[in-house]
């Protein structure tokens, strides 16, 4: 029943990828803190807002410099990004070692930079080239790291949609596209050797919305529900996102892995929405974000991997004036511009007082050229979890014209 043994990560990846970058004894809520918007308070105003949550943990969807100057020394951890529009040219070593001289090496140590999240839903946007190039820029970006001795503290990863999945419900009988399963082996296998997680961005809120009559509410806020009991594992579920990162785990393992660190890079629920987007009210979004925190900090895992620490970044830390879409797509934060909670969120407010807005004329304004589609759940991701269908149709081997990377002594290590 175990073919692929030899393929599962060794306990000192595991280690590497789930207790060392991420101590166990912190609770660990992380927030994604995305900025195309005009409006929003300057990064030094916003330290106290990451505090307020508890948050321990910051992804970036670009490098902002005054972003990771203003976090220097305060303990907080960083996911920076590089934008798909960067994955060409990062497949030059040359460049993507001046690229992580320049927006990780030189803030460090007093800045937490932990890990590069190269590429946002990559696999799921059906671009041959750009899926062509994820791996190999990964690997330059990680060879980078090398180099400058900065790979035993900085990570390289790349998230993904849930739309990776082909199948998800029941959580036992997760399984990737048929058309990604030899892309996403390979970025596992990278995963393995090199001790990073399994990032995946996952929105019950997309299943509601899609099926407002036949999901549960409850289901999906992490309410008290009846649940329901996957029958091949019979395993119970009360809530959506213990299902859906269980059934990437489930996937995970059908390909040969099972001990891969599995994080969830996004997940959310929009406090605004158009006419059409059921459930998108500020009730649902401090039920939905409020229940997760919660659950954060009672430290429980999920069903499949009950002792296993969830590493769960909320999107998003403000609502993003500029983000173009749907209504909901401005209204995912935990905050407004002016720094008030978007609703109650079970914290203390911090005083508004002094907070100047810093009208930074949009987007990152970073000069690391982060898109406006790289903060978005973008449409792929809306077919969410019940709606995932099969369509094998079309095939994109480009992954398979990859050459094998050497990792150097880690993947020597892990031979032995
Ligand atoms: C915000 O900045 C503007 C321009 O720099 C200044 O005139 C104003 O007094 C500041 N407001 C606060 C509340 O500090
Ligand atoms: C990508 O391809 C899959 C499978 O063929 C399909 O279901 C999905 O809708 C496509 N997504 C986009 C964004 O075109």
């Not at 859906?244 to 959310?268: F, M, P, R, W």
């Not at 769960?312 to 879409?325: D, R, T």
Request: glycine share 6%; net charge neutral.
């Amino acid at each position: 029943m175990e073919p692929f043994t030899h393929r599962h990560c060794s306990l000192t990846t595991l280690l590497l990828a789930c207790l060392f970058f991420s101590p166990i004894m912190v609770a660990s809520l992380g927030i994604n803190y995305g900025q195309i918007a005009n409006n929003l308070p300057s990064p030094e105003n916003v330290i106290p807002l990451v505090k307020s949550i508890g948050a321990s943990r910051v992804k970036l969807y670009d490098a902002d410099p005054k972003v990771l100057k203003a976090f220097a020394n305060t303990n907080i951890e960083f996911i920076v990004s590089l934008g798909n529009e960067y994955l060409s040219t990062m497949k030059d070593p040359s460049k993507a070692q001046a690229w992580v001289k320049k927006n990780v090496q030189a803030y460090l140590p007093s800045t937490k930079i932990t890990c590069i999240a190269v590429g946002n839903e990559v696999l799921t946007f059906n671009d041959t080239s750009l899926t062509s190039n994820l791996l190999p820029a990964m690997q330059s970006v990680h060879t980078a790291l090398v180099n400058l001795k900065l790979d035993k503290q900085v990570t390289v990863t790349t998230a993904h949609s849930l739309a990776v999945l082909e199948t998800s419900y029941p959580p036992s009988a997760g399984a990737f596209r048929k058309d990604l399963v030899d892309c996403v082996t390979q970025i596992v296998d990278f995963h393995c050797k090199t001790g990073s997680p399994f990032l995946i961005n996952a929105y019950p809120y997309f299943a509601y919305k899609g099926n407002p009559k036949q999901v549960s509410l409850d289901f999906v806020l992490f309410q008290p529900n009846s649940g329901i009991v996957d029958p091949e594992s019979n395993l119970h579920y009360d809530n959506m996102l213990f299902a859906q990162i269980d059934a990437v785990h489930s996937a995970l393992a059908s390909i040969g892995y099972k001990n891969v660190c599995v994080q969830i890079s996004e997940t959310g629920w929009p406090s605004k929405g158009d006419a059409d987007e059921a459930g998108a009210t500020s009730e649902n979004a401090r039920k939905y974000n409020c229940n997760l925190m919660k659950l954060i900090g009672q430290k429980k895992g999920t069903p499949m991997r009950p002792n296993s620490d969830l590493n769960i970044y909320v999107f998003a830390l403000f609502n993003e004036n500029l983000k173009p879409g749907p209504s909901s797509e401005r209204n995912y934060g935990l905050f407004k511009p002016d720094r008030s909670q978007a609703y109650p969120l079970g914290f203390p407010a911090v005083d508004a007082v002094s907070t100047n807005s810093s009208s930074s004329g949009g987007h990152s304004g970073s000069g690391t050229g982060t898109t406006p589609s790289t903060s978005l759940p973008p449409a792929s991701s809306s077919s969410g979890y019940l709606a995932i269908t099969s369509d094998s149709g079309t095939s994109l081997s480009s992954c398979k014209s990859l050459s094998l990377y050497v990792l150097g002594f880690i993947s020597l290590a892990l031979q032995l």
